[in-house]
């Protein structure tokens, strides 16, 4: 048949036949794993190989994620295309006619397509990113509204090392480690322009976010925070598994089931895109706030606010239209080098982290009522140093924290003790 033969296969429950090429489809290199054939025509084989070993890595962190039985994707396995040019596939007949035209990746069923990248790191990530989708697809049924389906693919395709040595759902560290992905450069700039999208935003993108790189890095952010909290990750979990309704019932459901505590969930979104970036970590990062938190009753009190930690709450809810006097005493070491850097609660201007004197102690009031806009109003973060007064006007948390960058808090110590009264 001068090369040429009949394909049949299943995929998403559906029979196709095509035409292949077996001449043409000959020419590509490939490389099999436990969980992944790849055809490719990138010219070094140890880079296939890598991928291979990376994606197999990948599967049972994902298994974990989900919640999965142990051997439940013992024998799953995908078919992946990763290609510098589509042209030789299409001519091979490699590519599924109902595969859309796509600018990065695609997933049908078990099969996955997908350009090279400009970084061996991207070209990874986006291989996990479709290889999470290809999973809820056999899993689930379907990965859900875009919003959900990306997010969850971004959160499981973002990592480390390579190889065996993969790890998923990783934090980058620094840009040099994820060359070319660009989420928080994005981010970054929606922050200083003062347009950070509410949850709620995100949660109502469109279904084709057309490979907005910026859209998909704000639907990370919003899986990421529905991970890493336990109050919300069992309703991230367990959410995947009505993966075939792509639809608005998906994420209204979602949302009733998160309404009780939806005003700290929101405050938690607020304050974790104020923080993103390089570095980020979830250890330091978490704030423990809670619908529960009992209301103020004007006693005074007194906490610890820790160097090397984000954003701590004061515990309460603090009630609208009262003066609050805040003070602070102590030092802390604010960078480790030859001779410790430390700082009193008002800062050291050797140094400054977003705008601010490095160590500075400063705070936010962030309130529990929702403005309802499409876009998240700035933080009111002000500064406390060694003493202040802050009025309220909404019943708000009100938390602190030790100025510095994200990526520089581990080797900080120490903290202030700090004193919440209310203004006579």
């Keep these: 048949m001068n090369g040429t033969q009949f394909q049949i296969g299943l995929v998403a429950g559906i029979v196709f036949i095509g035409m292949v ?14 969980h992944i054939e790849i055809t490719s025509d990138i010219e070094s084989d140890a880079e296939i ?25 013992d024998s799953w396995s995908v078919k992946a ?15 599924d006619p109902r595969v859309p035209n796509f600018q990065q990746g695609y997933a049908l069923g078990n099969s996955i397509w997908m350009m090279t990248q400009p970084s061996e790191y991207y070209t990874r990530h986006l291989l996990l990113h479709e290889g999470v989708h290809a999973l809820a697809n056999d899993q689930f049924g379907g990965a859900g509204p875009s919003w959900f389906m990306e997010g969850t693919a971004e959160l499981l395709a973002t990592h480390e090392g390579r190889g065996a040595t993969t790890r998923i759902n990783r ?11 660009g989420r ?17 935003t995100v949660m109502r993108y469109p279904r084709d976010l057309n490979s907005d ?14 991970s890493e909290y336990g109050d919300y990750r069992d309703v991230l979990v367990a959410s995947a598994k009505s993966g075939r309704d792509s639809g608005s019932n998906f994420t209204r459901q979602m949302y009733q089931r998160l309404l009780p505590q939806w005003p700290a969930v929101i405050a938690r979104w607020r304050l974790m895109c104020n923080e993103l970036d390089y570095g980020f970590d ?40 009262i003066r609050v006097n805040i003070s602070a005493e102590g030092r802390c070491v604010i960078a480790k080098r030859e001779k410790d850097w430390e700082s009193e609660a ?54 602190l924290q030790v100025n510095d960058s994200v990526a520089d808090r581990a080797d900080n110590s120490g903290g202030y003790t700090v004193t919440i009264r209310p203004e006579k």
Excluded at 24 to 32: E, G
Excluded at 298 to 303: D, E, P, T, V
Excluded at 362 to 390: D, K, M
């Design 346 to 399: 008002s800062g050291v201007t050797i140094q400054y982290a977003k705008g601010r004197p490095l160590g500075q102690l400063i705070g936010c009031l962030v309130s529990l009522r929702h403005s309802g806009q499409p876009e998240c109003e700035p933080l009111p973060i002000f500064t406390v140093g060694n003493a202040t007064e802050i009025q309220t006007t909404a019943e708000s948390w009100l938390v």
């Design 49 to 73: 190989n890598e991928l291979v070993t990376s994606f197999d890595a990948a599967v049972n962190q994902w298994r974990d994620f989900w919640g999965l039985p142990e051997h439940a994707l």
């Design 213 to 226: 790189a910026e859209r998909y890095g704000w639907c990370w952010a919003a899986a990421m925070l529905l």
């Design 81 to 95: 295309f990763v290609m510098k040019d589509k042209t030789p596939f299409m001519r091979a007949g490699l590519i």
């Design 184 to 200: 928080l450069k994005l981010i970054s700039q929606r922050r200083d322009e003062d347009k950070i999208p509410t949850l709620e």
């Design 171 to 181: 934090f980058p560290a620094d840009r040099d480690s994820v060359p070319y992905w």
């Design 282 to 321: 979830w250890k330091r990062e978490q704030v423990a706030l809670s619908v529960h938190d009992p209301q103020w009753d004007g006693q005074a009190i007194s906490l610890k606010v820790e160097a090397g930690k984000g954003w701590q709450s004061l515990g309460v809810r603090v009630p609208p239209g």
């Design 21 to 34: 090429n077996s001449t043409l489809a000959d020419d590509f290199r490939k490389a099999s794993g436990q």
